[in-house]
């Protein structure tokens, strides 16, 4: 089945760091991809999204590139802030299986 | 905005409890779903349901019942509450098959079975 493989964390970064959190995944249909945040005590919140190969997603100065040729969906950020300290899920979700598949997280710790 | 209310932020509740996650949703979407979230294995997919009264087994209905009698309210039902269902509850709804595929999701109820 379509699966999600995202890196482990967790990640410590600097403020001002450049920030990557790579995510790979498996399907056999034409998926959407998301990236999702979840800050401290809160749900998952919609980061961005990308309908379809070469698509580039990107919100609040992250953003991911939908590559079909390498099936990833990398998340990336030029300078991190100490308010960007959440946990980053990836999910792709197909019109086929009504629902959606998530990565275990990558947790992100940005220091002052 | 979208709008995903769950009933209790935190639950605490004795093994063999019946216990009830209300979740409520206020944009008239079509699905709804619960998944329980545990460190190292991010989310899982507990129930969905694509309409009133309809319901679809996940990854791990085992232990669960749901129920969906309106469309803005979706219900997690643990029958018979076990340590091991302690976890993070996380409701989503979304808009239905002829709509953008992403899931909003309410704050979480973070339940303890003792």
């Known amino acids: 089945g379509d699966s999600v493989t995202q890196m482990e964390g967790p990640v410590t970064l600097s403020e001002e760091a450049f920030l990557t959190i790579n995510c790979t995944y498996t399907?056999?249909?034409?998926?959407?991809l998301f990236w999702y945040v979840q800050y401290p005590g809160e749900g998952l919140q919609l980061l961005l999204k990308a309908t379809k190969a070469d698509d580039k997603g990107s919100n609040k100065g992250f953003e991911a590139t939908y590559r079909k040729e390498t099936t990833s969906f990398h998340l990336e950020k030029g300078s991190v802030q100490v308010s960007d300290s959440a946990v980053y899920f990836c999910a792709l979700s197909d019109k086929n299986n009504n629902d959606m598949r998530f990565g275990a997280g990558t947790r992100l710790t940005v220091k002052p | 905005d979208v709008k995903v209310t769950q009933s209790s932020r935190y639950l605490v509740k004795r093994t063999g409890e019946k216990v009830f996650l209300e979740c409520v949703q206020d944009m008239d979407h079509e699905n709804m779903f619960w998944y329980r979230q545990d460190p190292g294995l991010g989310l899982r997919l507990i129930y969905f349901s694509y309409d009133v009264k309809m319901k679809e087994k996940g990854d791990i209905p085992e232990g669960y019942s749901v129920s969906r009698e309106k469309k803005e309210r979706f219900s997690l039902i643990l029958e018979s509450a076990s340590t091991n269902q302690t976890s993070m509850y996380l409701c989503?709804?979304?808009?239905?098959?002829?709509?953008?595929?992403?899931?909003?999701f309410g704050p979480g109820t973070r339940l303890t079975v003792t």
């Open positions: 399907a056999t249909g034409y998926p959407s």
């Open positions: 989503a709804s979304s808009l239905g098959v002829a709509g953008p595929l992403e899931q909003y």
